[in-house]
């Protein structure tokens, strides 16, 4: 299969508090902007990056509804789990609320894990390493951790 994520395309409700959201929490770097009235946006990507791996669309009414089809999360990848720890205390200190208590693995007995929040707007996020959490508990026994959030 040759087809890969190009990027993720967020509906948000108030652009400059995403924009604050991704950028200054999480690290995206700005790539572009448009701030027509009624069609605002932001290429969201990677430093140096002409690419954009999330971008933000100022037209939803309501936050994010886990209950209708459509987008279930968003994960995101780090380098280890102490850049995971990272990023939850960064996220802690902007008030972020958490699905659960620290790093937790993705099912017991899984190496693979992370942390699991929500966006502004209540979209579910994740930010996860393949191996690292060997020692982190598993919220749910017979479930993927990412599933019900």
């Given at each position: 299969?040759?087809?890969?994520?190009?990027?993720?395309?967020?509906?948000?409700?108030?652009?400059?508090?995403?924009?604050?959201?991704?950028r200054?929490?999480?690290?995206?770097?700005?790539?572009?902007?448009?701030?027509?009235?009624?069609?605002?946006?932001?290429?969201?990507?990677?430093?140096?990056?002409?690419?954009?791996?999330?971008?933000?669309?100022?037209?939803?009414g309501?936050?994010?509804?886990g209950g209708?089809?459509?987008?279930?999360?968003?994960a995101?990848?780090?380098?280890?789990?102490?850049?995971?720890?990272?990023?939850?205390?960064?996220?802690?200190?902007?008030g972020?609320e958490?699905?659960?208590?620290?790093?937790v693995?993705?099912?017991?007995?899984?190496?693979?894990?992370?942390?699991?929040?929500?966006d502004?707007d209540g979209?579910?996020?994740?930010?996860?390493?393949?191996?690292g959490?060997?020692?982190?508990?598993?919220?749910?026994?017979?479930?993927?951790?990412?599933?019900?959030?």
């Open positions: 299969m040759t087809l890969r994520t190009g990027h993720t395309g967020l509906n948000v409700t108030d652009l400059d508090r995403s924009l604050a959201f991704y200054d929490v999480l690290g995206f770097a700005l790539l572009a902007e448009g701030k027509e009235d009624g069609r605002r946006y932001a290429f969201l990507g990677e430093g140096g990056a002409d690419a954009p791996l999330v971008t933000l669309w100022q037209q939803a309501e936050p994010y509804d209708r089809a459509g987008l279930h999360h968003l995101f990848t780090a380098d280890s789990v102490d850049r995971v720890r990272a990023y939850e205390a960064a996220l802690r200190a902007a972020v958490f699905a659960h208590e620290g790093v693995a993705h099912r017991e007995g899984s190496a693979s894990g992370g942390i699991f929040f929500h502004p979209t579910r996020l994740e930010i996860s390493v393949p191996h959490a060997e020692n982190a508990p598993a919220p749910h026994a017979s479930t993927p951790t990412c599933g019900f959030f």
